[in-house]
């Protein structure tokens, strides 16, 4: 019986820390598992960037390699010169992931209800945020107040 080839540790498939773009696979020898992390282009928003496309081939996971996708990618995200947060969105079904990004420190902000539409089916989406050392809240109480409440609740309520 041939055992599956193990996987070697997260290696960058494009990333470049100064243009704020972020690719880790990991391969085995193919590709088994992806994040990345894309920090936003625009000058007012460059202290943000987004956690997306996190995936590991279900007949590699529970082995620990999504933890080392999100070790190093952090890693590299903090490198990058005035970056203060990290958000991402995961459906709120997604117990396993959603743990997993709190054990990382991210922090539920709001809930999006019905953020997505399959069939007839709703999906609601957590957004989570995982703010760097250091980084201020410069907003007004207004502002602030919102944000802890989440858009549904203030836009609807
Ligand atoms: C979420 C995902 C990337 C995790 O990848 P993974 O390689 O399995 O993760 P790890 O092996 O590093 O395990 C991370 C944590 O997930 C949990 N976990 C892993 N496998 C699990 C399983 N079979 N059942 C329940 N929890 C499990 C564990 O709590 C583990 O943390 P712990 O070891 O400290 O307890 C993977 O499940 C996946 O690709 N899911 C589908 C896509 C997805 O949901 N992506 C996130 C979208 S925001």
Redesign the pocket.
């Known amino acids: 019986m041939t055992r599956p080839p193990i996987p070697s540790g997260p290696r960058a498939t494009s990333t470049s820390v100064q243009s704020g773009d972020i690719v880790l696979g990991v391969f085995a020898p193919e590709l088994v ?1 992806i994040i990345a992390i894309t920090r936003d282009a625009r000058t007012k928003r460059r202290h943000k960037a987004d956690l997306h496309g ?3 081939v279900p007949d ?9 996708l999100l070790v190093q990618a952090l890693q590299l995200a903090r490198g990058m010169d005035g970056l203060e947060e990290i958000q ?4 709120a079904h ?1 117990h ?2 959603r ?2 990004y709190e ?1 990382f420190g991210f922090v539920l902000v709001w809930t999006e209800l019905n953020a997505l539409k399959v069939g007839a089916h709703y999906v609601d989406a957590h957004h989570m945020i995982l703010a760097f050392e250091g980084r201020r809240h410069h907003g007004s109480d207004d502002v602030a107040g919102r944000a802890s409440k989440g858009p549904s609740e203030t836009a609807h309520g």
């Open positions: 598992g996190m995936y590991v590699h996971r529970g082995k620990g390699l999504g933890k080392l991402l969105i995961v459906a997604n396993e992931a743990g997993l054990r």
